[in-house]
């Protein structure tokens, strides 16, 4: 399985790359959401409006609400998975002849600032993030404070700010975890923009599970998240698409754009479509 691969080792030497500072733990935000749809609305309320962790009984009916959502809340369903893989990968150590990186000292971070609506809620995607984190993760496992910040409108600027908070942290790793569609653009990006010692790991949720011994209820838990909030096939086919023929052209000729007018058009067409909305 294509799970977790090297994207970048930036000016590091083949044979020096091993990490043990701190590191950032990234699941990028899927989507834009603003909607009263009872499938969102009733999943959002699993952790938002919940008062209290999941515990228990809870915590089966919860998957059983993601695995039930994947069409009404394809979005959201995804940002639990990757949310939930973000967690596991505490215990993910990579280590060969080359290679020798352990995420375990490491912070979890979301840097997503588009303003979402969910029914009757007003919150950024930062603010999902958190509120998965906070509500559904069990408390045992999750090893740091998440980092929330309120900033990214786009893919772009998302990895931008991710590599910005490593360099402020002083860190030299990030794991980046989105789903399979999405990994080629998000895998590009990071070498694109990585400018100092640091090395990036592209994972999608299922290649993070495969790296981690699943060895108690709560990594049960968050495994069956992982599973249950994975995309549909037709939505993979919809995503596959759109990234062949909208986002990794525009990409390309947002880069040109930006070395001659200094501005992102990504974000600029980001920005412009979510206040349409």
């Known amino acids: 399985m294509r799970g977790l691969s090297i994207a970048r080792h930036s000016t590091l030497p083949e044979t020096q790359t091993s990490s043990r500072g701190v590191g950032l733990i990234a699941p990028l935000f899927k989507g834009f959401v603003n909607t009263d749809d009872p499938g969102h609305v009733e999943l959002f309320k699993g952790f938002g409006n919940l008062g209290r962790r999941l515990t228990g009984e809870d915590r089966t009916n919860y998957v059983s609400l993601v695995n039930g959502s ?72 999750m090893r740091s404070a998440p980092v929330i910040k309120n900033v990214s409108s786009c893919t772009i600027v998302e990895v931008r700010e991710i590599l910005k908070t490593l360099e402020e942290l002083g860190g030299d790793k990030v794991l980046a975890i989105t789903h399979g569609y999405h990994l080629p653009r998000v895998d590009r990006m990071f070498k694109e923009e990585s400018q100092m010692d640091v090395t990036v790991v592209v994972g999608n949720p299922e290649g993070v599970v495969g790296k981690v011994a699943i060895d108690s209820p709560a990594k049960v838990f968050l495994k069956d998240l992982v599973e249950a909030g994975a995309p549909l096939l037709r939505t993979r086919i919809k995503e596959l698409v759109l990234e062949a023929l909208v986002y990794r052209p525009l990409h390309f000729v947002s880069q040109n754009y930006e070395r001659l007018t200094g501005e992102s058009l990504e974000e600029k067409l980001a920005n412009r479509a979510r206040r349409k909305r």
Do not use: C, H, Y
């Not at 069409?71 to 002849?97: C, H, N, W, Y």
């Not at 303003?115 to 045992?140: A, Y």
């Open 70 to 141: 994947r069409a009404s809340a394809p979005e959201l369903t995804q940002d639990i998975a990757r949310a939930a893989a973000a967690v596991l990968a505490f215990d993910v150590k990579m280590q060969g002849r080359n290679l020798n990186l352990d995420f375990g000292e490491s912070l979890l971070v979301s840097v997503e600032g588009s303003p979402q609506s969910i029914g009757d809620q007003e919150l950024t995607g930062g603010e999902i993030m958190s509120g998965i984190w906070d509500k559904v993760m069990p408390r045992e496992l």
